[in-house]
């Protein structure tokens, strides 16, 4: 009897611990699926916005590709009256937790994707956002603002006597400035900062700025600020100023180069497709941490005439780093 007992002791064991392993390897089989899949949302668009969004998402593709491991991207468009419920088990159903969003639609989805979560109050999906130009929200993401560090440091390349920076900016844009007063100081820079509520006031801090008579070593920086930098009314002003008494101005705004600021940047897409791959792939090991960055993936605008102007003479090796100049 004991020899009988002893035998069908063994045999539960045998089929209790295949349970316990079958079980584990399964669960290991579908966290393995989620960490292999990732989901790119993006806006149904015209041109150019159609291939800024393909770009970026060839950014990622080649992201994962060069990953050490094989990371499957589904691409997905969002209809401009998407249900997130919907949305939300269909990524479940794909096994599908990292996600990429793109555009004004792809952060609404975002903030939607962002209230789901498991069982321990833990997100249920990893969400990094992009191809807008956004501040610091609750999302995850990359902006299309520039960061100050990239900008002062093409600042050096192109008027390399400057030392003072002048600039307005309102509420919305001092999540920048703190970054900026960091580049500054690490780059030997000095900032006039003048936080303002309306265009008016913005208007007054550089008209008193273009009174002085010494201003050979000083330029003045356009945010990406509807308040302290209105394409309408700041920009035509600064510029004819600024034209008269031959100041530096370098803006944040990619367009802003073409009218005439010595400089802006815009993004580079592929590039920024690659960063917004790897951010979401660090969140999927911190999932509760909020990653957000201004723009690190950026090319030069020059405006060559702003230039001759300002007496200011590139050599055929810099102006090879100039991704566009202007007039054209």
């Known amino acids: 009897m004991n020899s009988c007992f002893a035998k069908t002791f063994f045999i539960l064991l045998f089929l209790i611990t295949r349970f316990f392993l079958g079980s ?38 080649e992201a994962a590709q060069e990953n050490n491991q094989t990371i499957d991207i589904e691409e997905f468009i969002i209809k401009k009256n998407f249900n997130v419920e919907e949305i939300a088990n269909n990524l479940k159903q794909k096994h599908i937790n990292k996600v990429i969003v793109l555009g004004r639609s792809g952060w609404k989805l975002a903030k939607e994707l962002s209230t789901f979560t498991l069982d321990k109050q833990a997100k249920k999906f990893q969400i990094v956002s992009g191809a807008l130009p956004i501040m610091p929200n609750g999302v995850s993401g990359i902006s299309l603002i520039t960061d100050p560090a990239y900008l002062f440091d093409y600042l050096k390349q192109v008027a390399p006597k400057i030392k ?14 703190e970054l900026a007063k960091e580049a500054a100081l690490k780059k030997g820079l000095t900032l006039n900062l003048q936080k303002v509520s309306d265009t008016a006031a913005a208007i007054a801090f550089y008209q008193q700025i273009f009174t002085s008579d010494e201003l050979s070593e000083d330029a003045i920086w356009l945010p990406f600020d509807r308040i302290s930098s209105h394409d309408k009314i700041t920009l035509p002003l600064i510029l004819e100023k600024a034209w008269a008494k031959e100041i530096v101005v370098f803006s944040s705004k990619p367009s802003h180069a073409k009218r005439g600021v010595l400089f802006s940047t815009y993004p580079d897409n592929f590039a920024l497709g690659k960063h917004l791959f790897t951010m979401v792939q660090e969140l999927e090991k911190q999932p509760e941490q909020k990653n957000f960055a201004a723009l690190k993936s950026t090319l030069l605008a020059v405006n060559l005439r702003t230039a001759a102007h300002l007496g200011l003479k590139y050599s055929s090796e810099q102006q090879q780093l100039f991704k566009l100049t202007f007039p054209q």
Request: hydrophobic share 40%; charged share 15%; glycine share 2%.
């Open 164 to 177: 003072k920076i002048h600039v307005a900016y309102s509420e919305r844009s001092a999540w920048l400035i």
């Open 24 to 61: 584990n390897a399964y669960a290991q089989n579908i966290e393995d699926e989620f960490a292999n899949k990732v989901a790119i949302f993006y806006p149904q668009a015209r041109e150019p916005y159609s291939s800024i969004y393909q770009s970026i998402i060839s950014g990622s593709i």
